[in-house]
């Protein structure tokens, strides 16, 4: 267990052992509770006293299925808040097994100096001048870096939206195919990368020295027990793999949750064409792989390869998440226009969330017209390419909405809502408004209680614990590894049970069922703590005024859920 901190104004690293305080932390925990303790709440995110930490879970670096996920970390100049925001790919995967709990980036470069932080297989860590790389875009700088430091390198890096300091701006890790379509995509991460004078961090993938199992046997047994409970579990192990998470177009058009043309309808005009459905025949029509494994160790392979008409690679791992942003937000049913603007975002380093919905509200504002695909392309080149437009697009929907002064802007704390509207979706209206970080699907997404019809999402009753609920739930998995996923065998007593011997077996501890909430709500509380000594209060965790008052069809429903009912979401 080893910390590297690289400080990028005097251009020293540093390796030491993980102090007693952050002990037993990892991914989400440690990423929170470091920048709680260690970085002043009223920094400037792009200044030099922010710091960037990369963690990967506590169980990374295992045998253990589908923990190959990575905890980016910072202040957020998109929301102000903290932010964690959490990728896949390999380089997790590529820091555990060197036994590297976290590389945390401090400081920063002169302007103009750029670098890239290399770790070999033996753990040794390097600051290299990265000069030649300005202004590159993910994809050629990947296949450079690559060439140079061989094909068992895991890349992490940032494009031009990184360099240019923009609130949009994500970070780039390559999957098992050394492509850079895993994204740390939320919270404008790419940009505090960006301005630290660091263009990109390259591991080792062969690396032999993860931290020790206190039980190898134990955990051995465990992590086949828990491989069992997701492959069983009907959304890890039937519809990912048919569909990938573009299976959920359907049911929440269905539901009328699915925000479109800027979030003034629950359902899409011609929804089909951009289904799960379609883009999987589509995909084996020509050639494409609909059941991709993209991330290190995955047994889910959510994961796909979206070919051209010719045959040709246009993209990978298009999400349900994008095909919503591109798709039906702007009112684009062209699954290649989405595919091809999906691609963009990976190639300038840019989250294709935040990117999709400020175009949207360009479109609603007038600029462009819905259902335009090329000028939506034009509009993302114009990003990489640094116009005065391309800088307000880039800087998310809320600078987009201020510089047509519209007064629909689907975000909050400056980060845009995700692919469930709140007003058909009311658990989600509380996550949206009371998450630490900002409007955020992955922070306690209610969607598995309405699927299941545990809950009527357009009452407000059980809303708010629904999310409190799933919000702790979430907080801890962030912190092990476990790929959200992955996560729903968690909800089976066969997978929660051999979740937890695999946790006590690594770790040597006895950790009861309980533990895993109580760890989820520490962090919780860090988060929050930090939000308060940076000036926010409980005012901040309100949705915007439109979805109170403006009713959603097909349903005509707003936001019941009160501002009493955010205040008491955390009342723990």
Same mark, same amino acid.
């Given at each position: 267990?080893?910390?590297?901190?690289?400080?990028?104004?005097?251009?020293?690293?540093?390796?030491?052992?993980?102090?007693?305080?952050?002990?037993?932390?990892?991914?989400?925990?440690?990423?929170?509770i470091?920048?709680?303790?260690?970085?002043? /709440?009223?920094?400037?995110p792009?200044?030099?006293?922010?710091?960037?930490?990369?963690?990967?879970?506590?169980?990374?670096?295992?045998s253990?299925?589908?923990?190959?996920?990575?905890?980016?970390?910072?202040?957020?100049?998109?929301?102000?808040?903290?932010?964690?925001?959490?990728?896949?790919?390999?380089?997790?995967?590529?820091?555990?097994?060197?036994?590297?709990?976290?590389v945390?980036?401090?400081?920063?470069?002169?302007?103009?100096?750029?670098?890239?932080?290399?770790?070999d297989?033996?753990? &040794?860590?390097?600051?290299?001048?990265?000069g030649?790389?300005k202004?590159?875009?993910? #994809?050629?700088?990947?296949?450079?870096?690559?060439?140079t430091?061989?094909?068992?390198?895991?890349v992490?890096?940032?494009?031009?939206?990184?360099?240019y300091?923009?609130?949009?701006?994500?970070?780039?890790?390559?999957?098992?195919?050394?492509?850079?379509?895993?994204?740390?995509? &939320?919270?404008?991460?790419?940009?505090?990368?960006? *301005?630290?004078?660091?263009?990109?961090?390259?591991?080792?993938?062969?690396?032999? *020295?993860?931290?020790?199992?206190?039980?190898?046997?134990?955990?051995?047994?465990?992590?086949?027990?828990?491989?069992?409970?997701?492959?069983?579990?009907?959304?890890?192990?039937?519809l990912?793999?048919n569909?990938?998470?573009?299976?959920?177009?359907?049911?929440?058009n269905?539901?009328?949750?699915?925000?479109?043309?800027?979030?003034?309808?629950?359902t899409?005009?011609?929804?089909?064409?951009?289904?799960?459905?379609?883009?999987?025949?589509?995909i084996?029509?020509?050639?494409?792989?609909?059941?991709?494994?993209?991330?290190a160790?995955?047994?889910?392979?959510?994961?796909?390869? #979206?070919?051209?008409?010719?045959?040709?690679?246009?993209?990978?791992?298009?999400?349900?998440?994008?095909i919503?942003?591109?798709?039906?937000?702007?009112?684009?049913?062209?699954?290649?226009?989405?595919?091809?603007l999906?691609?963009?975002?990976?190639d300038?380093?840019?989250?294709?969330?935040?990117?999709g919905?400020?175009?949207?509200?360009?479109?609603?504002?007038?600029?462009?017209?819905?259902?335009?695909?090329?000028?939506?392309?034009?509009?993302?080149e114009?990003?990489?390419?640094?116009?005065?437009?391309?800088?307000?697009?880039g800087?998310?929907?809320t600078?987009?909405?201020?510089?047509?002064?519209?007064?629909?802007?689907?975000?909050?704390?400056?980060?845009?809502?995700?692919?469930?509207?709140?007003?058909?979706?009311?658990?989600?209206?509380?996550t949206?408004a009371?998450? /630490?970080m900002?409007?955020?699907?992955?922070?306690?997404?209610?969607?598995?209680?309405?699927?299941?019809?545990?809950?009527?999402?357009?009452?407000?009753?059980?809303?708010?614990?629904?999310? &409190?609920?799933?919000?702790?739930?979430?907080?801890?998995?962030?912190?092990?590894?476990?790929?959200?996923?992955?996560?729903?065998?968690?909800?089976?007593p066969?997978?929660?049970?051999?979740?937890?011997?695999?946790?006590?077996?690594?770790?040597?501890?006895?950790?009861?069922?309980?533990?895993?909430?109580?760890?989820?709500?520490?962090?919780?509380?860090?988060?929050?703590?930090?939000?308060?000594?940076?000036?926010?209060?409980?005012?901040?965790? &309100?949705l915007?005024?439109?979805?109170?008052?403006? /009713?959603?069809?097909?349903?005509?429903?707003?936001?019941?859920?009160?501002?009493?009912?955010?205040?008491?979401?955390?009342?723990f």
């Amino acid at each position: 267990m080893k910390f590297i901190r690289v400080n990028m104004s005097d251009k020293t690293i540093a390796v030491e052992d993980v102090p007693q305080s952050y002990l037993g932390l990892g991914g989400r925990g440690l990423t929170s509770i470091m920048i709680n303790t260690e970085v002043p /709440p009223r920094c400037d995110p792009l200044g030099p006293e922010n710091k960037l930490i990369f963690a990967p879970g506590l169980l990374t670096g295992t045998s253990l299925v589908n923990t190959s996920r990575i905890s980016v970390g910072a202040k957020s100049p998109l929301t102000g808040t903290i932010k964690e925001s959490n990728a896949g790919g390999t380089i997790a995967a590529a820091l555990g097994r060197l036994g590297i709990t976290a590389v945390i980036v401090e400081g920063q470069a002169a302007p103009e100096e750029l670098f890239l932080l290399r770790i070999d297989e033996k753990g &040794r860590a390097a600051l290299l001048p990265a000069g030649a790389f300005k202004g590159m875009r993910t #994809y050629a700088l990947t296949e450079k870096l690559l060439e140079t430091y061989g094909d068992k390198a895991s890349v992490m890096c940032i494009g031009p939206a990184g360099e240019y300091g923009l609130k949009a701006a994500s970070i780039q890790t390559s999957d098992i195919d050394g492509r850079p379509c895993r994204a740390a995509g &939320r919270g404008g991460l790419g940009a505090v990368m960006g *301005s630290k004078g660091l263009k990109a961090l390259v591991v080792d993938q062969r690396g032999s *020295s993860p931290d020790a199992l206190a039980d190898p046997e134990t955990f051995k047994e465990s992590a086949k027990a828990f491989a069992k409970a997701v492959r069983e579990h009907p959304f890890s192990g039937q519809l990912l793999p048919n569909l990938g998470t573009a299976g959920l177009v359907a049911p929440v058009n269905a539901m009328g949750a699915f925000p479109s043309y800027n979030a003034t309808k629950g359902t899409m005009d011609g929804w089909e064409k951009i289904s799960g459905e379609a883009m999987t025949q589509l995909i084996s029509e020509r050639k494409g792989n609909p059941s991709h494994m993209g991330c290190a160790q995955c047994i889910v392979h959510c994961s796909n390869i #979206y070919n051209d008409k010719d045959g040709k690679y246009l993209t990978s791992s298009l999400e349900y998440e994008t095909i919503w942003a591109m798709g039906g937000m702007t009112g684009i049913d062209n699954l290649d226009t989405i595919a091809r603007l999906d691609f963009l975002c990976d190639d300038i380093g840019l989250d294709t969330m935040s990117t999709g919905v400020a175009v949207a509200v360009a479109m609603d504002a007038g600029y462009k017209k819905f259902g335009d695909g090329e000028a939506a392309i034009e509009l993302i080149e114009e990003i990489a390419q640094g116009t005065d437009m391309g800088r307000v697009l880039g800087n998310g929907p809320t600078a987009v909405g201020q510089h047509f002064n519209h007064h629909r802007v689907p975000v909050v704390k400056g980060q845009s809502i995700a692919a469930y509207d709140p007003r058909a979706m009311q658990g989600n209206a509380v996550t949206y408004a009371t998450s /630490p970080m900002g409007a955020d699907h992955s922070a306690g997404n209610v969607i598995g209680e309405y699927m299941a019809q545990k809950l009527d999402p357009l009452k407000r009753e059980g809303q708010v614990e629904a999310s &409190r609920n799933t919000q702790i739930a979430m907080a801890a998995v962030d912190c092990t590894g476990l790929c959200l996923l992955a996560s729903f065998a968690l909800t089976t007593p066969e997978g929660g049970m051999a979740f937890l011997q695999a946790m006590n077996a690594k770790f040597g501890t006895q950790l009861g069922p309980e533990a895993i909430p109580q760890l989820g709500l520490r962090v919780l509380q860090a988060e929050r703590e930090f939000n308060r000594k940076a000036g926010f209060t409980n005012q901040d965790d &309100r949705l915007p005024e439109f979805f109170y008052k403006e /009713p959603l069809p097909p349903h005509n429903t707003v936001v019941v859920m009160t501002g009493e009912d955010m205040d008491g979401t955390f009342n723990f």
